[in-house]
């Protein structure tokens, strides 16, 4: 059964830059497309960018579209999120998990998965 963990969060400042992994193990990464959620304090969680199986395809919440990232590397069984030009609104608890495919694109928000301890990002000066 895959298992994900999440880590690479932390302090940044508006303007700067921060790198999340999800690290996969009890399963071939390349089965499943995968997306990133987060959660800020007092709301729901949301589903900021998805990747397909293969990589070829990407989706991503309009607010974080060329800021964010998405990107996988299958035989390191790892998904990364390459977050830059980060706002305080971005401060969040980021989680990644499987999330639904259809027709080798990935549907952002659609988790498939269990949640992780995620990974907490916090944007301030």
């Known amino acids: 059964q895959l298992q994900l963990v999440e880590s690479g969060g932390g302090l940044a400042q508006p303007g700067g830059s921060l790198r999340l992994s999800c690290a996969a193990s009890?399963?071939?990464?390349?089965?499943?497309?995968i997306g990133w959620f987060r959660q800020a304090p007092g709301k729901e969680r949301e589903g900021v960018a998805c990747i397909s199986r293969s990589g070829v395809s990407t989706n991503y919440r309009d607010s974080v579209k060329g800021r964010f990232t998405i990107s996988r590397d299958n035989a390191k069984n790892t998904v990364y999120l390459q977050m830059n030009s980060l706002k305080p609104e971005d401060t969040a608890v980021y989680y990644c998990?499987?999330?639904?495919?259809?027709?080798?694109?990935?549907?952002?928000?659609?988790?498939?998965?269990?949640w992780g301890q995620g990974t907490q990002v916090t944007v301030s000066s």
């Open positions: 998990t499987k999330v639904l495919s259809l027709q080798a694109m990935c549907v952002l928000g659609a988790n498939r998965g269990s």
């Open positions: 009890g399963d071939t990464l390349d089965a499943y497309a």
